[in-house]
C-alpha cells in the first residue's frame, strides 16, 4: 500500500545549527501537508503545500515540494530550543479517504 | 473561537472493557477525524467522518467503530479492549475532505489494563 516515509528518524542539534528532514512517498501527492509535536502535545498544523516544486517559508522554516510531488523537505535555519518537537509530514491516500503520516523526526536542541 | 476538544483526556479500562471518547469539532467544521497514536509513532487513520457519513476507514478491527451527530461531534467506541489498544486517540477536525489540513484536539490518554 501507500507509504510515506521520513528520515532521518531522530536529529540532535546545537542551538543555531540548521535541521532538515526529508519526506518520501511511495506514489504521487495531490499535496503534502506538515505538523510538529510538541513532547507530550498533540499535532499542529504548520503548512499545506499543493504544486509541483512549491516553496513557502515561515519565518525560519522552509518547505519544499518535489517536482514529481513524491517528495518534500523541512528546513530549519538556526535552531532555537523553541523548535524541538516531531515533525511529521502526511499525505492523502490516493482516494483522497485518508491521510498516510511519516513516522516523524525527532528534534532536540541543546542550548 | 474554541479549538477541537475531547473528552475524557485520561482513561484506564481493563481487557475486555467496551469504551466511548468524544470530541467536538471546531466551529464550522463538518469533518471529524480519529487517529490512534502509539509512543514514538505517527498518528494511524481510524475513520473519518465527513456531513454524518464515513468517508473513511482505516486498517482497524471491527472492534472500533465511530459516528457523527447532527452537530458534527463525534464518538468513537472500542469494544473489548486489548492491551495493545492502549495509546493517544486523537480527534482532528477539517472542512472537507481528509486531504484538507487537520486541527487536532488534545487526545485522550487510554491505559488498558
Known amino acids: 500500500g501507500q507509504q510515506v516515509m521520513q528520515i532521518p528518524q531522530y536529529q540532535h542539534v546545537q542551538e543555531g545549527e540548521d535541521f532538515t528532514t526529508y519526506c518520501n512517498s511511495s506514489?504521487?501527492?495531490?499535496?503534502i501537508q506538515w505538523y510538529k509535536q510538541r513532547p507530550g502535545g498533540h499535532p499542529v498544523f504548520l503548512i499545506q503545500l499543493v504544486k509541483s516544486g512549491e516553496v513557502k517559508k515561515q519565518k525560519r522554516l522552509t518547505f519544499q515540494f518535489g517536482e514529481a510531488k513524491k517528495n518534500s523537505s523541512l528546513h530549519i535555519t538556526a535552531t532555537q530550543t523553541t523548535d524541538v518537537g516531531t515533525y511529521f509530514c502526511a499525505g492523502p491516500a490516493g482516494n483522497n479517504r485518508k491521510l498516510i503520516w511519516g513516522l516523524g523526526t525527532s528534534l532536540a536542541v541543546n542550548p | 473561537d474554541a479549538g477541537v476538544t475531547q473528552s475524557p483526556t485520561h482513561l484506564i479500562k481493563t481487557r475486555g472493557q467496551h469504551v466511548t471518547l468524544r470530541c467536538s469539532p471546531i466551529s464550522g467544521h463538518k469533518s471529524v477525524s480519529w487517529y490512534q497514536q502509539v509512543l514514538g509513532q505517527g498518528p494511524q487513520f481510524i475513520f473519518q467522518?465527513?456531513?454524518?457519513?464515513?468517508?473513511g476507514r482505516g486498517n482497524f478491527p471491527d472492534r472500533f467503530s465511530a459516528r457523527q451527530f447532527p452537530n458534527y461531534s463525534s464518538e468513537l467506541n472500542v469494544n473489548a479492549l486489548l492491551l495493545g489498544d492502549s495509546a493517544l486517540y486523537l480527534c482532528?477536525?477539517?472542512?472537507?475532505?481528509?486531504?484538507?489540513?487537520?486541527?487536532f484536539g488534545p487526545g485522550t490518554r487510554l491505559t488498558v489494563t
Open positions: 467522518y465527513y456531513e454524518k457519513e464515513e468517508r
Open positions: 482532528a477536525s477539517s472542512l472537507g475532505r481528509a486531504s484538507y489540513e487537520q486541527y
Open positions: 506514489t504521487t501527492l495531490s499535496n
